[in-house]
């Protein structure tokens, strides 16, 4: 995406867990530029190649993609499902699925659409080889009944995949690092329902049940612009919500920007279990 994009993205002010309510706003373009610039990061489909590994598709296979956004990876596991395999992709924001559906229009692949809530999913028991879902429960109010849906659904044998970023792991190089912390500690409690997901995953597939249970794979996303960084981020907002203190701050990694040497990085964390 060009950073002019990135900057009007950036722009929009930042309200809490905005991803809550993209159903209720007119927001929905924004969501779907967000997602294609996140998925456009190499590292990014990077790590999402490896939950696909993870899931262990085979042809025929069935699987759930929660939280699917705009179906590029649900797409992508269909393919690996093959004609005779079925994939479905669910997400509680009708836009996102209106927009899944169209990119899939074309496509001969196995895959369909769904709008849904993960914390009741309208699925017998036992009826997907392999559940999956990619930067969700950070959105959550709710993951361990969550997880216990992707559970139910799953049959014995088949594979949860979680993959969460941590936020508390966001680093971004600033010469006053008290302020630094303060400005993110703060803009991410405020736009991040749960913040500490990434971190949790772990705990939360043992005491689930799962066997096997494993951080399979660790992803940091580096940034070395300003625009990107800013658009994923919303740097200019948190500056915004801490005042005055703060401009100083934002103009420094501006400058930083220019010069050539702005930095910025997040670290998530996939988890992967066995259903017994």
């Known amino acids: 995406m060009k950073a002019n994009t990135m900057n009007q993205m950036a722009n929009q002010t930042a309200k809490p867990h905005d991803w809550g309510n993209i159903s209720e706003t007119d927001k929905s373009k924004y969501f779907v530029d967000y997602l294609d610039t996140a998925t456009a990061q190499g590292e990014m489909q990077r790590y999402k190649r490896r939950t696909y590994q993870l899931l262990g598709i085979a042809p025929g296979s069935h ?12 797409i992508a596991l269909a393919s690996l499902a093959g004609p005779e395999g079925r994939v479905v992709g669910l997400d509680y924001a009708q836009p996102l699925i209106d927009e899944a559906r169209q990119r899939a229009a074309n496509s001969s692949l196995a895959v369909e659409f769904t709008a849904g809530d993960v914390h009741a999913l309208d699925f017998p028991d036992d009826s997907f080889d392999g559940c999956r879902a ?10 361990e009944k969550a ?14 995949v979680v993959r969460e970023p941590d936020w508390d792991t966001l680093i971004v190089d600033s010469p ?5 912390r303060s400005i993110l500690d703060r803009h991410f409690d405020r736009v991040i ?21 494993e951080i399979a794979d660790t992803s940091t996303l580096v940034l070395t612009d300003f ?8 740097l200019e907002a948190a500056a915004e919500a801490m005042g ?4 100083g701050w934002i103009e420094g990694l501006k400058r930083a920007d220019r010069d050539g040497i702005f930095f910025s990085a997040v670290t998530g964390f996939t988890a992967v279990g066995v259903k017994p």
């Open 193 to 213: 329902l749960n913040g500490w997901a990434g971190r949790e995953l772990f705990r939360q597939f043992r005491l689930a049940g799962l066997d096997s249970v």
């Open 63 to 74: 699987i759930l993609d929660i939280g699917c956004g705009t179906g590029d990876d649900a």
């Open 227 to 234: 625009a990107t960084a800013n658009g994923f981020y919303g």
């Open 176 to 180: 006053d690092r008290d302020l630094t």
């Open 147 to 160: 997880l216990s849906e992707m559970i139910r659904v799953t049959k014995p044998g088949g594979r949860i």
């Open 244 to 247: 005055e203190s703060a401009a």
């Open 134 to 143: 990619d930067r969700v429960f950070m959105h959550l109010r709710d993951r």
